[in-house]
């Protein structure tokens, strides 16, 4: 609340005193104060307000009738997949903690659902997974709001922040479930909802400050600032972020994939030497990855437009060259809905424009399409360089699970990479950063990248709890982390690695030290699947069938599962297969397992990292 001398009796003097006194206020002291000049004025009596505690242990207190009311109980709850909702939702508490509000923050599938009841102001954060399904951590609650058991809300106060991914048809879709599931059960919107595509870190932190100033119905003198924003000095050094990255070193750039492969997996070793952070199995690092120069040349070509003039490439009117921002800047591998209605509008094709109305049109048509192939089908004259950032998107980091210990490997980082090709709408097309990563990175080159801590993602370190990982292809990644952190820390058992590819002579990645900690019994177990080497196709999911007494027996002795992997075949294929296991070896039926497996989920006993 600003005052100003065009509303109030105050001229401008005395408003611009008022306000900068209120602007050092907490919620608690501006609330006194009201009851304290309300005292007085029903004394009739002139006021001073006391300069100091001790003076104001004199003051008269407000009367009984015009008690101060205590400020509402702010819940935060966040559902995450990868980390970045949780994220936000830690960021948010501590705006709001430093703003003086009385807030609480909890994991979704940790939250008590018997308190929904007395919430008063709920702010949820969550991410969408998947088809537009909850987080893991959000499932359970989820349930629990669109079950019968959900109650009334009348009195209660929400908004929402989703993150998703607006090349996905459900976009933010868990979140906008959300939104309309506690307005059904009466609550209030303190904000319409927000949703924030995969460069969220702006939408977010407007957000947060707007939540801020409604809830304490204030002004608040300091922008909210992002962490990860710009760079912050601090003892341990700076904070590294999509905005200002690390530049490491590439030291070793190697081909784990042997001669006759279907793939190229690439084994790379970065420099993190003075990075200032470390990381844990389990984690991920960003990398900001460059677009193919022969796609960018080719834009430029069939436009015919200038590489090196200057264009404004985001409303806040940064510039920089057109051949940059195709390159570094704007994503011109991947095609969305909301891409498709601004190329509408600004192309002057008719023929997109009567399309574009078509969502069902939409949503084949950008399957597999890139930019190129957008202006191939919808030429266009109209479309000048300084409209791009009217059209495209940033592009977005890629994610990396980390393949090292940092015990191991105090100034590096190892990344597993497989290059991604293939052919679609007869023209071949190839993964943006990991054939950079395979075809233009060569040792001594530099990566822009920043570390990304993956709160649902996280082992064990101890004698006695069974750790099972499942991660065929470069889903070894983050097991060959965790059995390189426990080497160091002289663990040994309770490790049970199911791995799989297509061939055994070609494609076993790590083989050696696979064996070497299974010698010294780093590793106690392992079970592999090489799918082509044999006339039936065997995968990681066979393999638990096929030692499901064992499995049941690892389970039923406290063990944690950990998948790494492919989500739409893999990860579900495995879920299934520990299923089957549950049913077979423990009697349960199929809706048992799975709230056993939800159970397990809860106590963070089964978790998934997948993509």
């Not at 069939?302 to 921002?325: F, H, P, R």
């Not at 980091?397 to 990344?415: L, P, Q």
């Not at 965790?482 to 083989?511: A, C, K």
């Amino acid at each position: 609340m600003n005052l100003s001398a065009t509303n109030s009796p105050f001229n401008d003097e005395q408003a611009q005193l008022i306000n900068q006194a209120l602007s050092t206020l907490s919620n608690d002291q501006k609330l006194w104060l009201s009851g304290y000049l309300t005292a007085h004025l029903q004394d009739g009596t002139a006021t001073q307000a006391p300069a100091s505690s001790a003076a104001a242990t004199q003051a008269p207190a407000a009367p009984t009738q015009q008690q101060a009311v205590e400020p509402r109980k702010v819940t935060v709850l966040f559902g995450s997949e990868s980390g970045n909702a949780q994220w936000v939702a830690e960021l948010l508490e501590s705006k709001l903690k430093e703003n003086d509000f009385d807030a609480t923050l909890t994991e979704m599938d940790q939250y008590k659902t018997k308190d929904l009841k007395n919430v008063e102001d709920l702010l949820i954060v969550t991410s969408t997974h998947g088809e537009g399904d909850p987080p893991d951590n959000a499932l359970s609650f989820y349930e629990f709001l669109y079950g019968r058991k959900a109650p009334k809300l009348e009195g209660a106060r929400f908004s929402v922040l989703a993150l998703g991914d607006q090349s996905y048809e459900f976009f933010c879709q868990t979140g906008k479930d959300f939104d309309a599931r506690l307005e059904e059960l009466g609550a209030d919107r303190i904000l319409p909802r927000v949703d924030c595509d995969i460069d969220f870190e702006e939408l977010a932190n407007e957000w947060i400050e707007n939540i801020i100033n409604e809830l304490g119905d204030q002004e608040v003198k300091q922008v909210v600032q992002e962490a990860q924003d710009a760079p912050v000095e601090d003892a341990s050094g700076p904070i590294y972020s999509r905005t200002f990255p690390y530049e490491a070193e590439v030291l070793e750039n190697i081909n784990l994939t042997g001669r006759g492969s279907d793939k190229e997996v690439r084994h790379l070793e970065l420099s993190l030497e003075g990075y200032g952070d470390d990381y844990a199995p389990g984690d991920s690092i960003n990398i900001l990855p460059e677009n193919d120069p022969e796609l960018v040349d080719e834009i430029i070509d069939m436009q015919d437009w200038v590489a090196e003039k200057d264009i404004t490439v985001n409303t806040q009117g940064d510039k920089m060259s057109l051949e940059e921002a195709l390159t570094s800047y704007f994503e011109i591998t991947k095609l969305t809905k909301p891409l498709i209605e601004s190329a509408a509008q600004l192309f002057d094709n008719e023929d997109l424009l009567d399309r574009a109305s078509d969502s069902e049109w939409v949503k084949d048509y950008i399957y597999g399409r890139d930019l190129i192939d957008l202006l191939n089908d919808f030429p266009t004259e109209s479309l000048q360089p300084n409209q791009l950032h009217q059209v495209l998107r940033k592009i977005p980091a890629r994610s990396y699970s980390i393949s090292s210990s940092h015990k191991a490997n105090e100034d590096e980082v190892h990344i597993t990479v497989c290059a991604v090709r293939y052919e679609a709408h007869n023209r071949k097309r190839s993964g943006v950063c990991s054939v950079q990563l395979a075809e233009r990175v060569e040792p001594g080159d530099k990566l822009k990248v920043y570390l990304k801590k993956n709160p649902n993602f996280k082992f064990p370190f101890d004698e006695n709890t069974p750790v099972i990982m499942i991660g065929p292809g470069t889903g070894i990644a983050p097991f060959r982390s965790v059995l390189q952190e426990r080497e160091e820390l002289d663990l040994t058992g309770n490790t049970w690695l199911f791995f799989g590819n297509p061939h055994f002579t070609t494609d076993f990645l790590y083989q050696t030290e696979i064996q070497d900690w299974l010698k010294s019994g780093v590793l106690e177990k392992v079970d592999l699947a090489f799918s082509r080497d044999q006339e039936e196709k065997r995968y990681v999911q066979h393999l638990i069938d096929e030692n499901s007494a064992e499995f049941y027996e690892w389970l039923r002795n406290g063990a944690a599962i950990y998948v790494c992997g492919d989500e739409k075949h893999m990860a579900k294929d495995v879920h299934q297969a520990i299923i089957h296991v549950l049913e077979k070896e423990g009697g349960l039926s199929e809706e048992e397992s799975e709230e056993y497996l939800s159970e397990l989920k809860k106590e963070k006993r089964y978790q998934r990292d997948v993509y």
